[in-house]
Structure formats: structure tokens, C-alpha cells
T-cell receptor, first 113, second 115 residues
Framework: QKEVEQNSGPLSVPEGAIASLNCTYSDRGSQSFFWYRQYSGKSPELIMSIYSNGDKEDGRFTAQLNKASQYVSLLIRDSQPSDSATYLCAVPDFSGGYNKLIFGAGTRLAVHP | GAVVSQHPSRVICKSGTSVKIECRSLDFQATTMFWYRQFPKQSLMLMATSNEGSKATYEQGVEKDKFLINHASLTLSTLTVTSAHPEDSSFYIC???????????FGPGTRLLVL
């Protein structure tokens, strides 16, 4: 069974700071990675996907992938209180003959004014 | 694009009744839809994978006779919680995947309360 590990947090950062969220995965063969954001009481929404080693930037968000070390991270620049949510890392799993996502337990981020 | 809807958003029912939840992909065809359950302050838990025109694949420990899944078209999957009990009270979320992609797009969820 593939595993995706995240620190549950909470990760507390001041407004304006950089929030760094980390995720490690067990399957060295994984090729694609996803970050979802889930506000309390809401369903997850896709923030970013990354497929290649290195950085991928989208606005204030940067995803970083290091396949050799089997980790993927999400950086949030200029953190805002509205970024306070749980961030889920996900990796596809093709075992069992069908494609599903394995989610980490999520890291709760709290951005305080 | 990639909008997924769920209906109803919230339902309260008596113990022993059945509840049907609909999941629709509004602007794309979804060959595969997923059903998740999430209890308060807990992780997402995949219940089953639903492929259009075929039987759903249930995760270990999920009762297929209690949670009936139908995926009759490329834009609609339904989850029926049969003979619901208070312990079935939870947040049920569907997601849909576009053919040949790995990204899942989530519906807004259905909050079920069984009295």
C-alpha cells in the first residue's frame, strides 16, 4: 500500500510570511503529485499539480518536487489569513487495476494577523 | 471548467431510511467518479471508485450492500446509503476525473445527519 505522509500541524505563521508545507511519499515510481486545499467544513479544491523535478510557480504558490528524495512541498508566499486551511498532498495509485489518488492526512495551516 | 456538483448539500433523515446522493460533472465527461467520506477532524477516506457502465470497486471495509453506487452515464453517479444509522452521519464527497487525466475535481459535499 502506497503511503503519503504529512505533518498534521498546525503550522502557524504570521501574515506576510512564507508557509512551507511538506509531503513525503513511499512509491519511488510516482510521477505526478497534487496539492489540494480544504477549508473547514468544505470539500477539497485543487491548487496545483506537479510532474517534473524542480519548482512550479502559480501566483503566490510554488510546488517543489524532488523525486530522488521522494518529497514534494508547497510554499505559500505572503501568507494571508484566508490561506488558513488544511492542505492535502495526493499521489496517484495504479495498483489494483484502476487509478485512484492516495491522500496524506493533511497539514493544518493557521495564518495569524 | 471541471465543475462537479452534488445534491443535496445537506440531508437529515430518520434511522432506517435510505438516502440518495447525486454527483454530476457539469462541463466534462467523467469516466470515473470517486466517493469519499470524512468524519469531523479526520482525513478523507475513499469509499469506492465508480466507472461508467460497470460495477463500482469498493475499498476494504466498505459494505457494498449498504452503500449502493450507480454510474449510469458519463456525467452522473449516485450513492445510496441504505438503512442509514446514526453512525453513517458524515460528510460525503464525490470527485470526478476527466478521461486520461489523473486530476480529481471535487464536488461540494453532502452533509448527512441520521437521527
Amino acid at each position: 500500500q502506497k503511503e503519503v505522509e504529512q505533518n498534521s500541524g498546525p503550522l502557524s505563521v504570521p501574515e506576510g510570511a512564507i508557509a512551507s508545507l511538506n509531503c513525503t511519499y513511499s512509491d519511488r515510481g510516482s510521477q505526478s503529485f497534487f496539492w489540494y486545499r480544504q477549508y473547514s467544513g468544505k470539500s477539497p479544491e485543487l491548487i496545483m499539480s506537479i510532474y517534473s523535478n524542480g519548482d512550479k510557480e502559480d501566483g503566490r504558490f510554488t510546488a517543489q518536487l524532488n523525486k530522488a528524495s521522494q518529497y514534494v512541498s508547497l510554499l505559500i508566499r505572503d501568507s494571508q489569513p484566508s490561506d488558513s486551511a488544511t492542505y492535502l498532498c495526493a499521489v496517484p495509485d495504479f495498483s489494483g487495476g484502476y487509478n485512484k489518488l492516495i491522500f496524506g492526512a493533511g497539514t493544518r495551516l493557521a495564518v495569524h494577523p | 471548467g471541471a465543475v462537479v456538483s452534488q445534491h443535496p448539500s445537506r440531508v437529515i433523515c430518520k434511522s432506517g431510511t435510505s438516502v440518495k446522493i447525486e454527483c454530476r460533472s457539469l462541463d466534462f465527461q467523467a469516466t470515473t467518479m470517486f466517493w469519499y467520506r470524512q468524519f469531523p477532524k479526520q482525513s478523507l477516506m475513499l469509499m469506492a471508485t465508480s466507472n461508467e457502465g460497470s460495477k463500482a470497486t469498493y475499498e476494504q471495509g466498505v459494505e457494498k450492500d449498504k452503500f449502493l453506487i450507480n454510474h449510469a452515464s458519463l456525467t452522473l453517479s449516485t450513492l445510496t446509503v441504505t438503512s442509514a444509522h446514526p453512525e453513517d452521519s458524515s460528510f460525503y464527497i464525490c470527485s470526478a476525473r476527466i478521461l486520461a487525466q489523473e486530476t480529481q475535481y471535487f464536488g461540494p459535499g453532502t452533509r448527512l445527519l441520521v437521527l
